[in-house]
């Protein structure tokens, strides 16, 4: 059993930068793959970043690329998603998940999930 708790969202303008957090509880965080997903208002949950249990394996969504990264520290059971040049359209609640699994980017595929952060970025 794993319990997920996000942290850093918050209002940002566009070009700005966030840096959120998803702490971990359960012993077993260190072999899941850890994985962020949003959903704006009105629109689906879609996936944003994905790392696999070891950290070397990561996938991004083509919206985010070159602009997000998303990373891990198994010792203190925490994942990060750092965002910059943001822009109004990465508005969203940003949520956290974990699953046995490799860097799959269905939330199906997820068995644990945080409650959410929302991140607002003004225009």
Not at 17 to 46: H, I, N, V
Not at 60 to 66: E, I, P, Q, T, W
Request: glycine share 10%; hydrophobic share 30%; charged share 20%.
């Amino acid at each position: 059993q794993v319990q997920l708790v996000e942290s850093g969202g918050g209002l940002v303008q566009t070009g700005g930068s966030l840096r959120l957090s998803c702490a971990a509880s359960g012993r077993t965080f260190s072999s899941y793959a850890m994985a962020w997903f949003r959903q704006a208002p009105g629109k689906e949950r879609d996936f944003v970043a994905s790392i696999h249990w070891y950290g070397s394996t990561t996938r991004y969504a083509d919206s985010v690329k070159g602009r997000f990264t998303i990373s891990r520290e198994n010792a203190k059971k925490t994942a990060y998603l750092q965002m910059s040049n943001l822009k109004p359209e990465d508005t969203a609640v940003y949520y956290c998940a974990a699953g046995d699994t490799y860097v799959n980017t269905a939330s199906r595929q997820y068995d644990y999930w945080g409650q959410g952060t929302q991140v607002t970025v003004s225009s």
